[in-house]
C-alpha cells in the first residue's frame, strides 16, 4: 500500500490532460497488439490450436486454464483480451472460451487476497481485511459453480448455452447490421498499427509461418505490456480519488456503490486495483465489509470493458469476438442477479468470507495455504495430471 501512495503521489503531479493522452496512446497500442495477435494467429491457419482448444475440451480445464492465466498475470483484462484475440482469429471457438472467461473471473481476486496478508501482524486488522478480500473470492466462485453448470446444461439440450445465446443474439444486431460499425477510420488506424509490426517481424524472420508466430508472440506482449502501463498510469488518479468516492457514495446503498466501483475499474482498466485499495480501507475499519461487497461487484462489471474494446478491433470475426466479450459481461451481470439481487443469497458470499477470516486470523498458514493452493497449486496439478492422462 505505501508503493501504491508513492505511485499515487507522483501520478497526482502529472496533468490531468497528460495522464489522459498517455493512456489513449496506450490504448491506441493496446488494440493494434489485439490486431497483431489476431493477424499472427490466422496465419498460422484456421483451427490451428483446435488440439488444446477444441469445442470437446473438458470445460472444467478451460476453466483451469483462466484462472491460470490470470493469476500469473496478475490481470483478468489480459486474459479475457487474448481470448478474445484467439476467438476472433477463429483459433479458439466461443464454447471452449466461455469457461475461460469464466476462470479469469476467478482468477483476478487473487491480487486482493495477497494484499489482505499485509495485515497478517494484527488479528483485529487482518480479519477484517481478509474478509473483505475473500468476500470477492467467494462471489466469483459462487457464480462459476451456479452458472457453467447451467451452461452446460443449456449447451447439450439447445446447442447453445444461454450467456452464449444471449451474447451471440445481441452481438448479430450490432455487428450483423452491415459491418460499417468495424470500417471506421479508428479500426483503419488500428490495422495501420499491425502492418508496422508485421512489417518489422516478416523482416527479421523472412516472413512465412515464422513471421506470423512473431507477429502472434509481439501482439501478446504489446497486450500485456500496455495493459500493465495503463494501470500504473492511471494508479494514481483512482487512489487519489478513492477517499472522496468512499466518504461521499458508499454510504448510499448497493447500487450508487456498484456503480463507484464500475467507474473506477474503467478509470483503473483493472479490477484487481480497485479491490486492492479497498482491503487496506476495510483492514483500518474505514469501511465495512457491507459497503465493499458491492463495489467488487461493480469492479466485475467495470473489467469487462477492456474485452469489449478489444473486440471492437478485433481484425477478422468481429461478431464472434464481441459475442465471446458480451459473454464476459453477462456471466458478470448474472452472477449479480443471481447472488446479489434476492435478499436470500446476498449474504452468503459475506457469511462465508467471514468464517473464513474468523477461521484464517486464529491459524493465518491456512490463509497462506489457501492463496498457494486455490489460485495456483490445485488448478495446475488438476490441469497438468489431466493433459497426462489425455495425452
Not at 60 to 76: D, E, F, K, M, Y
Not at 202 to 219: E, F, K, V
Request: charged letters at 10%.
Amino acid at each position: 500500500m505505501t508503493k501504491d501512495l508513492s505511485e499515487a503521489a507522483s501520478s497526482s503531479e502529472r496533468p490531468l490532460w497528460l495522464t489522459l493522452l498517455i493512456t489513449v496512446v496506450l490504448l491506441y497500442i493496446f488494440l493494434v497488439g489485439i490486431n497483431c495477435l489476431g493477424g499472427g494467429m490466422k496465419g498460422l491457419g484456421k483451427g490451428a490450436m483446435d488440439a488444446y482448444f477444441s469445442d470437446s475440451m473438458n470445460p472444467i480445464l478451460a476453466l483451469l486454464v483462466g484462472i491460470l492465466a490470470t493469476t500469473l498475470v496478475q490481470s483478468s483484462s489480459v486474459t479475457t483480451s487474448l481470448v478474445v484475440g484467439f476467438v476472433a482469429a477463429g483459433q479458439v471457438s466461443i464454447a471452449a472460451a466461455v469457461p475461460m472467461i469464466m476462470g479469469a473471473n476467478i482468477g483476478t481476486t487473487v491480487t486482493n487476497t495477497i494484499a489482505s496478508m499485509a495485515h497478517a501482524s494484527r488479528d483485529t486488522e487482518f480479519k477484517r481485511a481478509f474478509s473483505a478480500a475473500t468476500c470477492h473470492d467467494f462471489f466469483n466462485y459462487l457464480s462459476v459453480i451456479l452458472l457453467l453448470p447451467l451452461e452446460l446444461i443449456t449447451r447439450a439440450i439447445f446447442g447453445q448455452g444461454v450467456l452464449e445465446w444471449m451474447a451471440s443474439s445481441l452481438s448479430g444486431v450490432l455487428a450483423g447490421t452491415g459491418g460499417a460499425t468495424y470500417k471506421s477510420p479508428l479500426k483503419a488506424a488500428f490495422k495501420a498499427g499491425k502492418k508496422v509490426v508485421e512489417s518489422a517481424a516478416d523482416s527479421i524472420t523472412g516472413g512465412g509461418q515464422a513471421g506470423d508466430i512473431l507477429l502472434g508472440i509481439a501482439g501478446i506482449l504489446i497486450i500485456l505490456i500496455t495493459l500493465t502501463m495503463i494501470v500504473k498510469v492511471m494508479r494514481g488518479p483512482v487512489v487519489v480519488r478513492m477517499e472522496k468516492y468512499v466518504t461521499r457514495f458508499l454510504g448510499s446503498g448497493g447500487p450508487m456503490a456498484m456503480v463507484v466501483g464500475v467507474v473506477l475499474t474503467i478509470m483503473a482498466q483493472s479490477s484487481s486495483i480497485t479491490t486492492s485499495i479497498l482491503v487496506p480501507l476495510a483492514g483500518a475499519g474505514i469501511i465495512s465489509l457491507g459497503q465493499i461487497y458491492p463495489v467488487t461487484l461493480g469492479a466485475n462489471i467495470g473489467t469487462t470493458v477492456t474485452a469489449l474494446l478489444a473486440a471492437l478491433a478485433a481484425p477478422e470475426d468481429a461478431e464472434a469476438a464481441l459475442t465471446i466479450a458480451l459473454v464476459h459481461l453477462f456471466f458478470n451481470l448474472a452472477g449479480i442477479l443471481v447472488l446479489y439481487v434476492p435478499t436470500l443469497t446476498r449474504e452468503v458470499p459475506l457469511k462465508l468470507a467471514t468464517r473464513f477470516a474468523d477461521f484464517a486470523t486464529r491459524s493465518k498458514k491456512w490463509a497462506i495455504i489457501y492463496v498457494i493452493m486455490a489460485f495456483y497449486g490445485l488448478p495446475a496439478a488438476i490441469f497438468f495430471l489431466a493433459e497426462a492422462f489425455t495425452s
